[in-house]
């Protein structure tokens, strides 16, 4: 059999070029399916899902560990797919000598195993940009992230310190993005390679001669800096690489029309609306290959969403509301705990909605979700909550609820990565570097 | 390894038990305050529940405080400044366009953040630094007769409490000005309370006690007991309790005192001194310190258990009572998060001040206090060598921001003399307002009618301030990155 990524490349006067292929029959299989043709196997995309403001602890952790836990009244939301995800609670962030940030020291504890040194930064790549590093290659986008509440910088997939990675802020933008212009339907038989790609891919070749030269007379910190910066050249020449090959894709989907603009904000009825859009978007995108790693959320630490009408919101009301007497917690933030459940589903459900191979894409996926706290009233970092979706490809068990027993948020972390694949043997750092994953999830 | 040389060195004690008599062994017993509370009491039913709210009870007739809690208090409060126009203060209570917000309940937050921090006599006096300057607007204070404390001044008074077992005379004059704020009010679930036990227990700061004698531990009428900051995190089980029996240090340069005490079945009571030391309540770093006692004491019941539970108590300065709660965060969080008014707080604190008499100023500086511990047996220790208390690099320009605004705020209190806010406080939303505003249509109103601060270090204090604003969460995507 053919390699096509082979075939299509060659060089030119010292320059990178790209050639096109015909679209050989020998490339596909009975159904025209490439992923069929090459015989490997279905691509494990990562997601991860940020949502704000923690649990109710009373009415969120099931009472039993293990598959057969009841399920509680804020995990409700969840049953149709309960088979599919798994639930962690009593986990921990431990801040050691560092500040403890409210509201960021638990986002930047999930997304890194590492407790901030800085607010709103991040001490390393999060866990998706270091899943994208192993599983992106390939893959027309390495990443991307979008914000249902519509701010760009609602993001928590960074490449580190304040790179973070800007949303895209609605299912139009999203859209555009992932299939607007440089978009080619790999499912279409017309398929063919972008020649503007092409001349930028050669142009960035040729930059790549000058740069050898560069880095020569250079002292040592700016070598580091031009390493740095020439890392995203790399990534950039891979990523249009990528862009000059069709995708192979098994997933039986049809891209649709650009959606409308529409009002994108922390306004609950606006979120339940532009959720699932943005959802089925990151759903496309990664069965059509165009990206293996998504980053999705639904509000910032500290979620302002709110429902029409509520002059407290969310956040607000974490503080203000007494905690009943009787019942033990806050009644209104309990039903913003539930409606944050609820947009996690809406996010799962497209996933799932998508056939792929001998299941839907969920089960190839590996979705990581994370909030910033646990009891958000006195901003606990004690007990927080965490889920994951998706079975990997079937490398990780699904439908358990995992008491954490106090332990670091960041054996999660390490779960999640081994069941991507990822060879390491510990992550995260300080009382929170860890070579325990939840063992009993892997398979 | 610290925990085996102590488990050691307590089997040889235990040999040293077994060889002398009881009654005449050296011994020590060492622990971590695991609760760390003002001792106000609760005067409400347990279990009574209206809506969610916490229920008026013999402590406060009317409930707990309201202040800003909606549009109306809000609008009350900033129409006792006559310099305001109607539409300022309608302006402000109800902002136009706010449903074309992205984030209104924030927006509305910040708009009256920075409004109730300037209520002075006049336009561009920031209120929690000068509270003098701005109207009384009433506090609710306790009215109960019963409260937690001890009889300070030696004298039955008619304002003191009764203790719940009848000792009269106490002296817990913080609790009558300030038991009724509806964060620390609460039958055991108050926000600040939980908040900043919860933080003390994630490592914000540890308080350790040792108590020592040459008799029985139960009973022993020439014991020692040593309070102080241990820079050792707090160790928690798997189920998030507080454990026990974990090795601490103890630190003697600040934040300690020791103290002569006397037991009697199980009950420690300790001298009282003219000063003693001690760590403060916080759930922020830069309000951990020194909490000065003047007359200083503590009680203590040792349980069966080996947990104890107690009393610390003495004359507080009441303005650094106010300063350690006002600038948490800032004044116009504080208060319209919580429903605490400040200016009514100082008020209060000030009214209800009962000691530490200054012949200069011919006023009352301090007020009687009772803070409320529990603790879980600890194996405390000295350290190997001499240590002062650690600071926390990350934060040491918040801290240093901290200090300034205190020293600004007891000199304006002092002197009556307006001070500015000192950069590098977020104190009147600078500049989170700024940030956040940029979507309202009405912004250019509030940003050309309400004060705020103007320093010449802009740009330092911006940097800080956005940390801060962020830190606080409510701001992430609006304040600064991300």
């Given at each position: 059999m053919l390699d096509r990524r082979f075939l299509l490349r060659g060089s030119c006067q010292g320059a990178l070029a790209v050639m096109g292929l015909p679209?050989?029959?020998?490339?596909?299989?009975s159904k025209g399916k490439a992923l069929a043709a090459s015989g490997r196997p279905l691509p494990t995309r990562f997601s991860t899902y940020f949502y704000g403001l923690g649990l109710t602890k009373q009415l969120w952790v099931p009472k039993t560990a293990g598959k057969d836990y009841e399920v509680t009244e804020q995990l409700k939301p969840l049953q149709p797919l309960r088979a599919k995800i798994n639930v962690f609670s009593g986990l921990r962030v431990a801040v050691d000598n560092n500040p403890?940030?409210?509201?960021?020291s638990g986002v930047g504890a999930s997304a890194t195993g590492i407790s901030p040194?800085?607010?709103?930064?991040?001490?390393?790549?999060t866990i998706d940009q270091q899943v994208a590093d192993v599983v992106s290659r390939g893959a027309r986008f390495k990443s991307v992230a979008a914000s249902c509440a519509g701010d760009a910088r609602q993001s928590y997939s960074s490449l580190g310190g304040a790179n973070t990675l800007p949303a895209e802020v609605s299912p139009l933008s999203l859209y555009t993005r992932l299939f607007g212009p440089g978009f080619q339907d790999p499912s279409k038989g017309d398929w063919k390679p972008d020649p503007q790609v092409m001349l930028q891919q050669s142009v960035l070749s040729v930059v790549a001669d000058d740069r050898k030269r560069a880095m020569q007379e250079l002292g040592a910190s700016d070598r580091s800096r031009m390493d740095q910066y020439f890392t995203s050249v790399r990534e950039a020449e891979l990523q249009m690489q990528a862009e000059l090959q069709r995708p192979e894709i098994e997933a039986k989907v049809a891209i649709p029309a650009a959606p409308e603009e529409m009002a994108c904000n922390n306004a609950l009825p606006n979120l339940r609306k532009v959720t699932p859009l943005m959802s089925r978007l990151a759903a496309l995108a990664m069965a059509t290959d165009q990206t293996r790693v998504f980053h999705m959320s639904v509000s910032e630490p500290g979620s302002q969403i709110f429902i029409p009408g509520d002059s407290l919101g969310y956040h607000q009301s974490t503080h203000?509301?007494?905690?009943?007497?009787?019942?033990?917690?806050q009644p209104r933030v309990a039903n913003y705990n539930v409606y944050n459940m609820e947009l996690f589903l809406s996010y799962l459900q497209e996933l799932d909605a998508i056939p792929e191979g001998d299941g839907t894409l969920l089960d190839h996926c590996l979705v990581y979700a994370f909030t910033d706290v646990a009891f958000a009233k006195i901003h606990a970092l004690d007990g927080i909550p965490m889920l994951t979706a998706g079975s990997a490809n079937g490398r990780m068990k699904t439908g358990y609820h995992i008491n954490?027993?106090?332990?670091?948020v960041s054996r999660v972390g390490l779960t999640a990565q081994k069941a991507m694949d990822i060879s390491l043997e510990s992550w995260g750092s300080g009382s929170m570097e860890t070579k325990s994953p939840f063992t009993e999830l892997l398979v | 390894m610290r925990l085996h040389k102590h488990l050691w060195f307590c089997a040889l004690a235990g040999l040293l038990c077994g060889a002398q008599p009881v009654s005449a062994a050296p011994w020590v017993r060492g622990y971590v305050v695991a609760t760390y509370e003002y001792a106000f009491r609760y005067g409400g039913r347990a279990g009574f529940t209206r809506g969610s709210e916490i229920e008026p009870g013999v402590d406060c007739p009317h409930g707990s405080t309201v202040h800003f809690a909606n549009e109306d208090e809000t609008r009350r409060a900033l129409a006792r400044q006559k310099w305001r126009s109607r539409q300022e203060i309608d302006w402000i209570t109800k902002p136009p366009g706010l449903g074309q917000a992205r984030a209104p309940v924030l927006t509305r937050f910040f708009i009256w953040n920075r409004a109730v921090s300037y209520r002075g006599y006049r336009r561009g006096i920031e209120t929690y630094v000068n509270p003098f300057a701005a109207e009384d607007p009433g506090q609710p204070q306790v009215v109960s007769r019963i409260g937690d404390g001890f009889n300070l001044d030696g004298k039955i008074g008619t304002r003191d409490f009764v203790s719940p077992d009848g000792e009269k005379g106490i002296d817990n004059a913080l609790y009558r000005a300030w038991g009724c704020d509806a964060p620390w009010r609460g039958n055991g679930n108050a926000t600040l309370d939980l908040r900043a036990n919860d933080k003390m227990q994630e490592g914000l700061y540890t308080m350790v006690i040792r108590i020592s004698g040459n008799q029985d531990p139960m009973n022993d009428d020439n014991a020692t007991v040593e309070i102080g900051y241990s820079p050792d995190k707090i160790v928690k089980d798997a189920r998030g309790n507080v454990a026990p029996d974990y090795s601490y240090r103890i630190l003697e340069p600040a934040e300690y005192t020791r103290l002569k005490a006397r037991i009697r079945n199980g009950v420690v009571q300790t001298e009282q001194v003219a000063q003693m030391h001690a760590p403060r309540i916080a759930w922020?770093?830069?309000?951990?310190g020194d909490a000065d006692f003047h007359q200083g004491r503590i009680r203590l019941k040792i349980a069966d258990d080996g947990s104890a539970a107690g009393l610390l108590g003495g004359y507080r300065d009441w303005r650094d009572l106010y300063v350690e709660n006002a600038f948490a965060q800032d004044g116009g969080q504080q208060g319209i998060r919580e429903h605490e008014d400040h200016v009514a707080l100082y008020y209060a604190l000030k009214r209800n001040a009962d000691g530490m008499y200054d012949p200069r100023t011919r006023r009352y500086q301090g007020i009687s206090t009772a803070y409320r511990i529990t603790a879980m047996p600890a194996y405390v220790v000295d350290p190997d060598k001499p240590m002062d208390i650690p600071l926390l690099a990350g934060e040491v320009d918040r801290k240093a921001a901290f200090e300034a605004i205190r020293a600004a705020t007891i000199k304006a209190v002092t002197t009556r003399v307006p001070q500015d806010v000192p950069p590098g406080t977020t104190e009147a939303a600078v500049p989170t307002l700024e940030r956040v505003i940029v979507d309202l249509p009405s912004k250019d109103y509030f940003l050309k009618t309400l004060d705020r601060p103007r320093y010449p270090e802009e740009k330092a204090a911006n940097d800080t301030s956005n940390r801060r604003a962020a830190n606080d969460g409510k701001s992430l995507a609006l304040a600064g990155k991300p």
């Open positions: 679209f050989l029959d020998c490339l596909l299989d403890n940030y409210q509201h960021w040194t800085k607010m709103s930064q991040f001490d390393s790549k203000e509301e007494p905690i009943d007497p009787l019942l033990g917690y954490g027993d106090g332990s670091p | 922020f770093y830069d309000q951990t």
